[in-house]
């Protein structure tokens, strides 16, 4: 019997098994009727990848873009059915004018619902068609007008964000403030403007639309979110606190409001919440851009998920190498550069309306690691409200690495020097180091102004750390300060007596 049997092995043959395009639409199909997007799009993928001549395929696959939110990339496919593959699939005009609207697109829903219900009026999806249509609301010409209007609207609303992405302020807020004009009741645009001014230094005009925003919308997401961002960086933590617990509270229903949520959870140091609302965008299936890699990451790691964190690194690298410098694990909080809008943050101090806060700026911009960008940038400001002094400090930042020796900037280059030995001490605890350097600039400013001679940057530097120290309780001595600026206490005191006449 086992002969037998050995010889029936021995004549076996083995088929291997090579998944068709069919294959993995049906898995795909199956997915998606468990309602399980993430692995409906990946086997759709996989067919229309073996399969890319066939219209059902790419419009299922357009449909669970849809499902996820990703309408550009949905209109894509539909689009691509409709001129390459099968122009009497129809249905790809509904789908187009359903994802339309969805984008606030509503004069582009409106053409392609009419055109489906001109080409098969009693087709599948007509009711669907005629409902969007009502919701849309266009019944004459006169409506029509009304809503070329809004795309036009919308069109604006883009261009301003991607001049905010750009670092354009001043050009965002124009086309912003004319737009919130128009469209008093637009809140988006309201948001933005907000930004706008913030990063352009303009804080209290930033916080005063978030606050209209929020009386007139309550429990607007985005304006609450921009607000922890403004109260974040502006260092008002128990404001910032009392907002974050609120926000724990929020359970939003759109991926974009997750990701909003989730991101500036991350920023305030959240993880455990930013976590939670960016690996669940993950699992279902949400492709964002790097920097929701970065915060997906980031909180990651800082939640205790090591493998999500590397895996979320790995898929920055692969989406932009050159952003992908250093896990924020590995660097300080202000040295992460490249993912928290560090140019921005730089061109909002520099826009400040106190001359130390732009001094801060300028002193930022020598110690950036996208000093080309912050240029192009410079050279776009309206320099009238800078002071003589603060345009001789620029000039020295930013001619210093073609020309290191400035015998006319004397005074500039001992106070920069000040700033640099501060910075370099407080490289971990970049929270007191801002507080710190604001002292020091607030001082700078007041020797120069008096033609107080700036000599011995370690003595200055342990002057206004220990007046510093001493505004927040901390008992620390001269002895132990003077130590750690190799210079004696006596002359720590003399520079502490200067730094004191000058800041009274």
């Known amino acids: 019997m ?4 050995k010889g029936k092995l021995d004549k076996a043959k083995i088929f291997s098994f090579i998944p068709t395009g069919e294959y993995y639409f049906n ?9 399980d997007m993430k692995q409906a799009k990946k086997y759709l993928k996989r067919a229309f990848e073996l399969e890319p001549l066939e219209p059902i395929i790419a419009c299922q696959l357009a ?3 849809t499902e996820m939110g990703e309408y550009e990339e949905s209109n894509d496919l539909l689009k691509k059915v409709l001129t390459e593959l099968d122009e009497n699939l129809t249905e790809c005009y509904y789908f187009l004018a359903n994802n339309f609207a969805h984008l606030g697109m509503f004069t582009e829903a409106y053409k392609n619902a009419h055109l489906y219900l001109e080409l098969d009026k009693v087709g599948e999806f007509a009711e669907e068609a005629k409902e969007l249509l009502d919701l849309i609301g266009i019944e004459d010409e006169e409506n029509f007008t009304e809503l070329v209007k809004q795309d036009e609207m919308i069109d604006h609303l883009d261009k301003a964000r991607s001049l905010l992405q750009e670092g354009s302020f001043s050009q965002a807020i124009e086309i912003l403030e004319q737009t919130v004009q128009d469209y008093p009741e637009l809140w988006p645009a309201y948001n933005n403007l907000a930004l706008a001014y913030f990063y352009e230094g303009k804080t209290e005009q930033a916080f005063e639309i978030i606050q209209s925003v929020l ?11 921009n607000l922890a961002v403004f109260l974040y960086y502006e260092e008002r933590i128990e404001e910032l606190e009392e907002l974050l617990q609120a926000l724990d509270k929020v359970q939003p229903i759109h991926f974009e409001h997750r990701y909003k949520l989730g991101a500036t959870f991350a920023l305030a140091g959240k993880y455990h919440q930013a976590y939670y609302w960016l690996r669940h965008l993950q699992k279902y299936g949400y492709e964002g851009d790097y920097s929701y890699y970065y915060w997906l990451a980031k909180s990651a790691y800082f939640s205790g998920n090591y493998k999500i964190a590397s895996d979320a690194w790995e898929k920055l690298i692969d989406l932009n190498s050159s952003l992908a410098q250093k896990e924020p694990w590995k660097v300080t909080e202000e040295a992460i550069t490249h993912f928290e809008n560090e140019d921005a943050t730089i061109m909002r101090w520099l826009n400040s309306e106190h001359v130390e806060n732009r001094l801060y700026g300028i002193f930022l911009v020598s ?6 960008k912050i240029y192009k ?21 930013l001619q210093s690495e073609l020309k290191p020796e400035f015998s006319s900037y004397e005074e500039i280059k001992q106070g920069h020097e000040v700033a640099m030995v501060l910075f370099e001490k407080y490289q971990v605890q970049a929270w007191e180091r801002r507080s710190l350097l604001l002292l020091w600039f607030r001082a700078f400013l007041k020797l120069i ?29 001269q002895l132990e300060i003077a130590e750690e600026y190799a210079i004696s206490t006596s002359t720590l005191r003399k520079y502490v007596r200067i730094l004191e006449n000058e800041l009274e």
């Open 2 to 5: 086992f002969n037998n049997s």
């Open 27 to 35: 898995r795909g199909i199956k997915a998606y009727d468990r309602f």
């Open 63 to 65: 449909i669970v873009h």
């Open 215 to 225: 009386e007139q919308s309550p429990g607007n997401l985005h304006a609450l979110c």
């Open 367 to 372: 110690v950036s690691t996208s000093k080309s």
């Open 377 to 397: 940038q410079i050279e776009q400001m309206d320099l009238d409200q800078f002071t003589y002094f603060e345009k001789r400090y620029l000039t020295y930042i």
């Open 449 to 477: 102004e008096n033609q107080t001679v700036i000599k011995n940057p370690f003595a200055f530097a342990g002057a206004v750390e220990y007046i510093w120290l001493k505004t927040r309780h901390n008992k620390k001595t």
